[in-house]
């Protein structure tokens, strides 16, 4: 039987995706296997990460500067804004290279089930963004789901009577997929055939 505190490591991986109580297990042990290795610049890291990570105010994405190096880019195209859900969609397109707007990070989506309203969510920042008459275009590059959907047409009812191109990314991404999980290809072809909602 393990030590109460390699107990207590092992459940606070189990608690990450994808990581169950076996999987955690076994992290733990490959950790422990190699201390100055792995756990030293773990610790470090995390610390740091603890230290020097924020926010960023203008879009919700998370970055040691502030703006984010997102918004700070001025070679970002301002006029074009993606709408995604959170931060693993942001770092899926950046991963692509395929997108050169600005994102809006909402935190999440509509659900109603999960006790999620738009109060949750970052949509009022959203709209004040519009507001400024800079954003020419929004992408909503939302999952594929029901809550996705009613998160998409929610937005849309919010900013419709501005003068704001809207779009959604088009069907490549499978129903019920999410865009981390995507590869590349998938996710150009369906920013690149995006349409009007």
């Not at 042990?29 to 020097?52: A, C, H």
């Not at 899926?92 to 109603?112: D, N, P, Q, T, W």
């Not at 109060?119 to 939302?142: F, H, K, M, N, T």
């Amino acid at each position: 039987m393990p030590a109460k505190e390699i107990e207590r490591l092992i459940g606070i991986f189990s608690t990450l995706p994808t990581m169950g109580p076996r999987s955690a297990r076994r992290a733990v042990l490959s950790l422990l296997n190699q201390p100055k290795v792995r756990i030293e610049p773990m610790i470090q890291t995390l610390q740091e990460v603890l230290d020097k990570v924020q926010e960023c105010p203008v879009c919700g994405n998370r970055d040691t500067n502030v703006p984010c190096s997102v918004c700070s880019d001025a070679r970002r195209d301002k006029k074009q804004l993606c709408v995604v859900q959170d931060i693993a969609d942001l770092w899926a397109l950046e991963r692509a290279g395929i997108f050169h707007g600005v994102y809006h990070v909402l935190g999440g989506v509509l659900s109603a089930i999960n006790g999620v309203g738009p109060e949750e969510l970052r949509i009022s920042q959203l709209v004040e963004r519009i507001q400024s008459g800079e954003v020419e275009e929004v992408i909503l590059a939302l999952p594929a789901t029901v809550d996705g959907q009613t998160t998409a047409h929610y937005v849309a009812q919010r900013i419709e009577k501005y003068p704001v191109k809207l779009t959604t990314l088009a069907r490549g991404v499978p129903v019920g997929g999410e865009l981390d999980y995507l590869d590349d290809g998938t996710l150009q072809m369906a920013l690149k055939s995006r349409r009007s909602l």
